[in-house]
């Protein structure tokens, strides 16, 4: 059962600090997503990747946070220093290649980061 | 800019008790309408998508249908576990293929 993996599931850290966030997406699939959630604004798009390439970033506050795909099978999502809004859910979404196929996002479980 | 609106924010059935979830949706045409279920503390999970009004997708007891400005999520004779919040998005044809999401509607079923 082929699943988007990510760690850490929970991060606790003081405002200032790097947090790294990593995923791995499905085998196979050309595309990632990073989301953050939270209870006011909902699911909100930070980074879009294809084929590993950075499409779309608009979402994301460019000063502190910073996706990239090294390789296939992994994506990361820095946030340099670290803010007390940061605190929220941030998921990850991989998504197979379109041609011939449903645009579906499957989503990970998630890391709740919560920055004192 | 692609907007979605999807009523009520909030629902509570009695188990047994059909009922429709609405998403409302304004985009400079559509590719795709998807719906996901998404549980305490997990990622969405995808449930449907729809392409074409008039298109209707149907699994257990859920259907999902699609006009050209918004889509119903049907719920009949609903169960405790099917408590959840129900997201929608909408991908617009062209572009970067990138999904705007609904803040969802919460529903839960008592038994």
């Known amino acids: 059962d082929a699943r988007v993996t990510q760690t850490p599931r929970h991060k606790v850290t003081e405002m200032g600090q790097e947090v790294t966030m990593r995923c791995q997406p499905i085998l196979g699939h050309n595309t990632v997503f990073w989301y953050r959630q939270t209870m006011m604004q909902g699911l909100e798009l930070l980074a879009y990747f294809r084929n590993r390439a950075p499409l779309d970033d608009s979402g994301m506050p460019k000063d502190r946070f910073s996706a990239e795909m090294p390789d296939a099978t992994l994506a990361t999502l820095k946030i340099q220093p670290s803010e007390p809004r940061d605190s929220a859910v941030y998921f990850c979404?991989?998504?197979?290649?379109?041609?011939?196929?449903?645009?579906?996002?499957?989503f990970g479980p998630g890391t709740r980061l919560t920055v004192l | 800019e692609d907007q979605v609106t999807q009523s009520p924010e909030a629902l509570r059935l009695q188990e047994g008790e059909s009922s429709s979830l609405n998403c409302s949706y304004t985009v400079s045409g559509l590719r795709g309408l998807f719906w996901y279920r998404q549980d305490p503390g997990k990622g969405p999970e995808f449930l449907f998508t729809?392409?074409?009004a008039g298109e209707e997708k149907e699994k257990e007891r859920l259907k999902a249908t699609l006009t050209k400005k918004e889509s119903f999520l049907h719920i009949t004779a609903p169960k405790p576990e099917d408590s959840a919040t129900y997201l929608c998005?909408?991908?617009?044809?062209?572009?970067?293929?990138?999904?705007?999401f609904g803040r969802g509607t919460s529903l839960i079923v008592h038994p």
């Open positions: 729809l392409y074409s």
């Open positions: 998005a909408v991908q617009a044809r062209g572009g970067s293929y990138i999904p705007t």
């Open positions: 979404a991989s998504g197979p290649p379109l041609a011939g196929a449903t645009d579906t996002q499957y």
